[in-house]
């Protein structure tokens, strides 16, 4: 039970990490510009159909949203993939997720994020025993 928790937990943040750095390599491809609001394209103009990464960010330019997307993802991923049976870890990726979703990491990253730092949570957590 333990390893297969550990496992999903493993996999939604590498997701997450993952997704969350194409998103922050997009907006670096957009270069030093000033986004016209809160909520951005990762990719720029043109854009084609659903394919545009649809994204939020509080800094106000293109690149350093790319940068700090990328960095906070790599932690994402790092923390995903050797830490995520530590004790704190699932608090760690929830923070994490959260500061991703405001630097222009996406939508569904954080998410995936989001619910790594809920499964990891319960990874030290003993089954209840049904039945006696």
């Not at 990719?43 to 394919?51: D, L």
């Amino acid at each position: 039970m333990v390893s297969a928790t550990r496992a999903a937990a493993t996999i939604l943040g590498i997701a997450a990490g993952l997704l969350g750095t194409f998103h922050g390599y997009n907006e670096t491809l957009q270069g030093s510009t000033t986004p016209s609001g809160i909520l951005i394209n990762a990719i720029g103009p043109p854009c084609q159909g659903n394919a545009c990464f649809p994204a939020m960010t509080v800094v106000p330019n293109f690149f350093y949203t790319g940068v700090l997307a990328i960095i906070v993802s790599l932690f994402i991923l790092l923390k995903a993939v050797a830490f995520v049976q530590r004790k704190n870890s699932g608090l760690w990726m929830i923070g994490l997720s959260i500061v991703q979703l405001l630097v222009g990491g996406g939508f569904l990253p954080p998410l995936h994020g989001l619910a790594s730092g809920i499964i990891s949570t319960r990874i030290k957590r003993n089954a209840p025993v049904v039945g006696s």
